[in-house]
């Protein structure tokens, strides 16, 4: 698909990655501190969750990180310390609970507290007493992960949210260990996202001009010009989820899964396999270091998406 | 179809030292013996005066793999400065110098006359992705060394007391379920002590948990890749990269072989002494003096090169130390799956700067006092050290004592005063070049029919229009040919054919893989089935595997 926007100047984004940027605008701007799955699952003695359960979004994220039965480094299963709003209680040993408008209070005065800044006493925070122990088991820990899933914060507040935590995991690795997790990822975005950073050198939303790849996460943002009716087309592709283009104004090539519903009918319909089913692919896992094959389960003459862009480059036009 | 190119003159130092006018024919992407049969060529290339050398290959350049995307994400002043939009018939759009997108970084090798690149840093766990980044990597070859000796596996059986020849088994297995070249090993134990809390890991220091000391890891590792026949040899990456006074980690890091074949990676960032005032110092003379009489040892230099960059490797106990000296100020660590992890840092080198002037000091007197151009190789550590691009620089620098003392004059005075570089006068020949960009790295790689042009070579050539501006030379070489097809004229890219993934697949004895199997389903978050790559996924990503056979006399 990167191809083929390349091809005709088009901007290329996923549907995920509102809920991608504002880490990708925290790493990009301030770096941090992470790990992937297997060292969280196997080295981790205090995990702090931060924003809500991540359970019902990630159902495994506790019998995989938390309760694995074989942890390589540990004697025993990590504490879990909890900072979000108190309608999620989490099993937690330790939880600073607070209503989702103040989360990000919360977690600045646990930053505060985290990287050694002067705090007013006594502290001023309903939940004090809590991030003042939050605090003290990070510090305590030998390897502490910081999970958090950015859908857990307000719309708007994200980034700021992630900031904080980039702050923490930059204080407390000068003394000690800890890592930041992030969750998320539905659709491949991750692996979208990381194949316009190695193709373009951006993050998505990006920009196909005439002069160079572009990243602009306002300009570019593909619900925005779908929003708007910015575009000559929309070009539409859903093979590993089922969503159906939003309505909207533009005229739809939809490039999507045999099994999808299409409401209204597109100006061209392209119906494609679904990898893992059809035929093989990778998936990258959501911290971003592990590709997982997706291998065949059915023999298939289906097209897949790359075929179907690789058939709309051939029979355009020669560039000029 | 038959190619015949006429009138340049040809360096193949494989074959004689100097240059030799004949013409070369080649067919079906191979170089041939001229035909006897008489039978006229489908084609004539008159190539006028020009230097013909067999395609470079670059041993050590990080293309690819998750570390280079964290550097894109942190680069975004590179990837403005340096873009383009997509040109041509076959060109896709691209930015970056330090870490340029994967096409650019085709188009960018193949433009000044490389056509193969190895991927030095490729952990395990990320085996798949980078493939399928090198994969988007267009024209040149591509391989990839895997990067072992910090690995939980292998620590723990090491520790538990496994014997060389289960080791062997291992390293074997993991080359083939990763499509490796090749064997790294880097800062050994020193990233998997960095876990546990360990900023640092000495030699002969037991690491944590499992009590392996680096010295060890370092010494199986270089057996196990002699006793399979791999062909290119340990390459390591030293403990205490950019410490003050390593040079004496780096000199034991060579015992530790045991006289084994070992490749010392850039060994500039490796040949630092503790003296002067300022408590750093250049140690290349002692280093070069021990590769000078060790056969067993190569290096590649890893040239600093003044300039922004973008820093990025495997070693997170060095890139930890380092984040002080970002610039700008933000960085990256990863921990990685028990098997290793990264750490990318943006950085600036230079010329008024002690400490980076005396490093670009030191990678010079590392190329000029190794004296033998087959165990010496020009790498950057691109883009540790500096952007791949600035290669046509380097090559001046080397042949030109004239440009060498006009550099040299503009860095920072102290520096100057501490190095050997003014009273070395020697100049690198065009075929010290050719062998040091080509004949050399093909041995060491184990590529029999590249880095020369004899009858049975890859057609992967590069011409050079003779000039005396010899970076402008070695910049925009007038032609350059991968597989016998013409991928680039005058610097610009004119086409661009798919190149392949170079593999070595030792043997190994099926039983080790109960015990692997037995680690992956208890402990890691990937299954002992889907972990490997198989047969055909590079072939589907467009980078099929050419395997490269190991050595049969590898030392039993
Ligand atoms: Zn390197």
């Given amino acids: 698909m990167l191809a083929l926007a390349d091809r005709v100047g088009g901007i290329v984004d996923h549907s995920f990655s509102p809920l991608l940027l504002a880490n990708m605008a925290v790493a990009r701007t301030s770096g941090w501190v992470t790990a992937t799955f297997a060292e969280v699952a196997n080295r981790a003695d205090a995990i702090l969750v931060v924003g809500g359960d991540p359970g019902p979004r990630f159902p495994r994220f506790r019998e995989r990180l938390v309760a694995n039965a074989h942890p390589l480094y540990r004697q025993h299963p990590p504490e879990v310390l909890y900072v979000g709003p108190r309608e999620e209680v989490l099993d937690a040993s330790c939880a600073a609970l607070v209503a989702r408008e103040e989360l990000l209070d919360a977690l600045g005065l646990l930053a505060m507290l985290v990287c050694g800044m002067p705090a007013k006493r006594p502290l001023q925070h309903p939940a004090a007493l809590a991030l003042e122990a939050i605090a003290a088991r990070l510090a305590a820990a030998h390897y502490a992960a910081i999970v958090w899933d950015v859908a857990a914060f307000l719309p708007g507040e994200a980034e700021y949210g992630v900031e904080l935590i980039s702050a923490m995991l930059r204080g407390l690795n000068a003394k000690t260990r800890c890592v930041g997790l992030p969750l998320g990822g539905s659709g491949n975005g991750i692996g979208a996202m990381q194949a316009a950073l190695w193709q373009t050198g951006w993050p998505l939303p990006v920009g196909l001009t005439a002069d160079a790849p572009v990243h602009d996460p306002q300009l570019f943002s593909g619900s925005r010009r779908i929003a708007a009716g910015e575009a000559d087309v929309l070009v539409w592709v859903a093979a590993l989820t089922s969503d159906a283009p939003p309505p909207g104004a533009l005229p739809v090539i939809a490039i999507v899964a045999d099994d999808i519903d299409l409401p209204e009918p597109p100006a061209v319909e392209i119906r494609v396999g679904i990898p893992a089913i059809d035929h093989a692919g990778a998936i990258f896992r959501a911290d971003t270091v592990i590709a997982l094959p997706l291998r065949p389960a059915r023999p298939s003459a289906r097209p897949t998406v790359a075929d179907a862009a690789k058939a709309i480059l051939a029979s355009l036009p020669e560039a000029s | 179809m038959i190619t015949r190119l006429t009138g340049g003159r040809i360096i193949d130092p494989v074959r004689s030292r100097g240059e030799s006018p004949r013409d070369l024919w080649i067919e079906d992407g191979r170089v041939i013996e001229p035909p006897v049969d008489g039978r006229p060529p489908d084609r004539v290339l008159d190539l006028g005066d020009g230097l013909v050398m067999a395609g470079a290959i670059d041993i050590h350049s990080h293309i690819a793999g998750g570390k280079v995307n964290l550097g894109r994400i942190l680069a975004a002043a590179d990837h403005r400065a340096h873009a383009h939009g997509r040109s041509g018939k076959t060109c896709r759009s691209g930015s970056g110098l330090a870490t340029p997108s994967s096409y650019t970084t085709g188009y960018r090798y193949a433009s000044m006359g490389y056509t193969a690149v190895f991927e030095p840093a490729m952990v395990p766990s990320n085996a798949r992705a980078a493939h399928l980044e090198m994969a988007d990597v267009p024209i040149v070859d591509k391989g990839a060394y895997v990067m072992l000796g910090n690995d939980e596996y292998l620590l723990r059986r090491l520790g538990g007391g496994a014997g060389q020849a289960e080791i062997n088994d291992y390293v074997a297995w993991m080359m083939r379920s990763t499509a490796a070249h090749a064997v790294k090993v880097v800062n050994a134990g020193g990233i998997s002590a960095f876990k546990f809390g360990k900023r640092g890991l000495a030699l002969d220091e037991p690491g944590p948990l499992h009590g392996v000391p680096p010295r060890r890891i370092i010494a199986t590792l270089a057996r196990a890749v002699a006793e399979l026949g791999v062909p290119h040899p340990l390459h390591v990456h030293c403990n205490d990269l950019g410490v003050p006074g390593n040079i004496a980690t780096t000199l034991a890091t060579i015992d530790a072989a045991e006289g084994q ?133 380097l090559v001046r620098l080397l042949m030109s004592r004239d440009y060498r003392q006009e550099c040299l004059a503009a860095i920072h005075p102290a520096a100057r005063k501490a190095t050997l570089l003014e009273g070395l006068t020697r100049e690198y020949t065009l075929a010290e070049i050719a062998i040091m960009t080509r004949a050399a790295p093909a041995r060491s790689l184990g590529l029999e029919d590249r880095g020369h042009l004899q009858p049975g070579a890859a057609a992967d050539l590069a011409v050079y229009r003779p000039q005396d501006d010899l970076e402008a030379m070695f910049r925009a070489p007038a032609l350059v040919m991968k597989g016998g097809v013409e991928v680039a004229r005058d610097g610009a890219v004119i086409a661009t054919p798919q190149g392949t993934t170079q593999v070595v697949r030792p043997e190994y004895d099926r039983l080790v893989e109960r015990r692997i199997r037995g680690f992956f389903d208890d402990h890691m978050s990937v299954g002992f089935e889907t972990f490997p790559l198989a047969e055909d996924e590079l072939a589907e990503a467009g980078a099929p595997l050419e395997p490269r056979p190991c050595r049969t006399s590898g030392a039993k």
Wanted: aromatic share 12%.
């Fill in chain 2, 261 to 393: 074949p070992i490749h010392l990676t850039h060994a500039q960032f490796h040949s630092y002494g503790a003296e002067g005032k300022r408590g750093f110092s250049s140690a290349a003379a002692l280093l070069a003096e021990r590769v000078n009489r060790s056969p067993n040892v190569s290096i590649d230099v890893g040239q600093v090169v003044f300039g922004p960059t973008m820093t990025e490797s495997g070693d997170t106990q060095a890139q930890f130390r380092n984040r002080r000296f970002a610039d700008p100020d933000k960085w990256i660590m990863m921990d990685i799956e028990c098997d290793g992890g990264c750490g990318v840092v943006p950085f600036r080198y230079r010329d008024r700067n002690f400490v980076n002037a005396l490093q670009w000091a030191i990678g010079l007197e590392l190329f000029l006092l190794v004296e033998d151009p087959w165990r010496i190789f020009l790498t950057t550590d691109h883009p540790n050290g500096g952007p791949f691009a600035s290669y046509p620089q």
